[in-house]
């Protein structure tokens, strides 16, 4: 199998990645998004690889490129749709509500008036959140109708257009922790705790992780909400609510895991690595028995009447990093 790995940034996590496909025998190219200059009519180089895995930093490199990459009938990991629902907090929330998946109250509003209408029919505290982001960043915790009005405008002089969309959402009082499970094909492989005196407990904002076990209810929870959004491999973020249990929060479509791979014991690149190349291996089989590789692209060549791929849709590549 010959994967492409798209990054922006390669981090410990993508090394890790690199090593796991060359220890199962994969030939793996990571791909600085930020060289690429993609034709939208023709695969070019990406006809080579069995599927792309997408590890870029940047959301807008990410969309970008899967967008392209699957309209030319590549096998991309994960699935655009799946990106886009898991990149907008409120596309995670009308998912889940789709699938029945317990989840924080949620008021949305367009308007900083109807947005304080918003907060003010959750009640205080609530938490105000930007629909896109990630890391905690611009997560804000609204104490009092002071508060609110205080942040609201803020945001409507300074903030990007994002940010004119008030998505408010129920504070949860949980028990100074909340908890991260590893989703990989369906399987919920691993989970972490992650606690910190603070309200916010992102280990970005320095919240401490630990191992903890994947039971039951956790594992039916976590892999019910990734089958929401689609995705193939996913990190599901959970809070305990003191009077309705565990709740799904948010699901990050393109999970950090260096150090969930100690604290867990779980060898959570490999899980990874070996289901992509499984799904590579799947779609490969699939496209050959439809007698076409890349049905998609036969369409496009034959549409520019037969005018070979040219060097506008070839990556620069580089060399496999250990």
């Not at 492989?189 to 904002?205: D, G, P, Q, V, Y």
Request: charged letters at 25%.
């Amino acid at each position: 199998m010959r994967i492409a790995m798209t990054y922006t940034r390669l981090r410990v996590e993508e090394r890790m990645l690199i090593d796991a496909f060359e220890d199962f025998g994969a030939d793996v190219t990571p791909i600085d998004l930020r060289t690429v200059v993609f034709n939208p009519t023709s695969l070019g180089e990406w006809a080579q690889y069995d599927a792309v895995f997408d590890r870029s930093l940047s959301l807008t490199n990410t969309l970008t490129s899967i967008r392209i990459l699957e309209s030319l009938g590549v096998r991309c990991i994960n699935p655009l749709h799946a990106i886009e629902t898991c990149a907008d907090k409120l596309a995670t929330t009308l998912a889940f509500i789709r699938a029945g998946v317990p989840t924080p109250e949620v008021r949305v509003a367009v308007d900083s008036d109807s947005g304080l209408d918003a907060i003010e029919q959750l009640g205080y505290p609530c938490v105000l959140k930007p629909t896109v982001g990630s890391w905690g960043r611009l997560v804000s915790r609204i104490n009092d109708r002071d508060a609110a009005e205080s942040i609201l405008e803020h945001r409507e002089v300074l903030g990007s257009v994002n940010h004119s969309v008030v998505y408010a959402q129920e504070h949860i009082n949980k028990p100074d922790r909340d908890i991260r499970v590893f989703v990989v094909g369906g399987n919920a492989i691993a989970a972490i705790e992650r606690r910190s005196e603070h309200w916010l407990t992102n280990t970005a904002r320095g919240a401490v992780a630990a191992g903890m076990e994947v039971t039951p209810e956790l594992a039916d929870l976590s892999t019910r909400a990734v089958a929401s959004v689609g995705a193939d491999i996913a990190a599901v973020d959970l809070l305990e609510c003191p009077s309705r249990g565990l709740l799904v929060n948010e699901i990050n479509h393109s999970m950090e895991f260096r150090n969930s791979t100690t604290t867990t014991g779980v060898d959570i690149h490999r899980v990874v690595a070996q289901h992509t190349l499984d799904i590579a291996q799947a779609h490969a089989s699939q496209a050959a028995g439809d007698g076409d590789i890349h049905p998609v692209q036969r369409a496009c060549d034959a549409s520019i009447d037969g005018e070979g791929a040219g060097s506008s849709g070839t990556p620069e590549r580089e060399g496999v990093l250990a």
